[in-house]
């Protein structure tokens, strides 16, 4: 079945560091692929995503490549800030009809002044 | 446009009691699914409703069921409740086309003792 592997945390950075969460995924067809932020006590909000191979979905600074042959989608952005604090979640849809959403654990990012 | 809600934000259970767990669909939006997500993992798929009809559903036990109403509005309810059931449940609703971006409320606590 489907699968989505993402980096394990938690992540410690300085504030204006260079941010890499890697993303790796098994899936038969063409997933689109999503990434997923969790702030505190809150639902998941959706950061960015891309619909098929070389697309790259952006959104407040951040970035990820949809790469088929590498099957992965790491999530980048070039300088942190505090208020990036949160769990991050790399997630795939099979769009076979139901796009239902297959889930990796979660990255905590935590970002010190 | 409202976004998506649920309700109650927290709830506490006893083992083999019974809970109901509501969900407001954004407006516009006639499908809507639900997901479980213990503590520190990602969330897992339980089940979709559109148009008032199951449409997926992962590989969660029959004790969980749910309702879609004709406003688009949801239920997930959950019979003889366990321990591994607490966790936070999340809904999330889309308009319904393929690739459809999901958007998630924030979620039900939910703890059972």
């Known amino acids: 079945g489907d699968s989505v592997t993402q980096m394990e945390g938690p992540v410690t950075l300085s504030e204006e560091a260079f941010l890499t969460i890697n993303c790796t995924y098994t899936a038969t067809g063409y997933p689109s692929l999503f990434w997923y932020v969790q702030y505190p006590g809150e639902g998941l909000q959706l950061l960015l995503k891309?619909?098929?191979?070389?697309d790259k979905g952006s959104n407040k600074g951040f970035e990820a490549t949809y790469r088929k042959e590498t099957t992965s989608f790491h999530l980048e952005k070039g300088s942190v800030q505090v208020s990036d604090s949160a769990v991050y979640f790399c997630a795939l849809s099979d769009n076979f009809g139901n796009e239902k959403l297959t889930f990796g654990t979660g990255t905590r990012l935590t970002i010190i002044p | 446009e409202t976004g998506v809600t649920q309700s109650p934000t927290h709830l506490i259970k006893t083992r083999g009691q019974q809970v109901t767990l509501r969900c407001s669909s954004q407006?516009?939006?006639?499908?809507v699914s639900w997901y479980q997500q213990a503590l520190g993992q990602g969330p897992q798929f339980i089940f979709q409703y559109y148009r008032e009809e199951e449409n997926g559903r992962g590989n969660f036990p029959p004790r969980f069921s749910g309702l879609q109403f004709p406003n688009y509005s949801s239920e997930l309810n959950v019979n003889a409740l366990e321990l591994d059931d607490s966790a936070l449940y999340l809904c999330?609703?889309?308009?319904?086309?393929?690739?459809?971006?999901?958007?998630f409320g924030p979620g039900t606590r939910l703890t059972v003792l």
């Open positions: 891309a619909t098929k191979a070389d």
């Open positions: 999330a609703s889309r308009a319904g086309g393929v690739s459809d971006t999901q958007y």
């Open positions: 407006s516009g939006h006639n499908t």
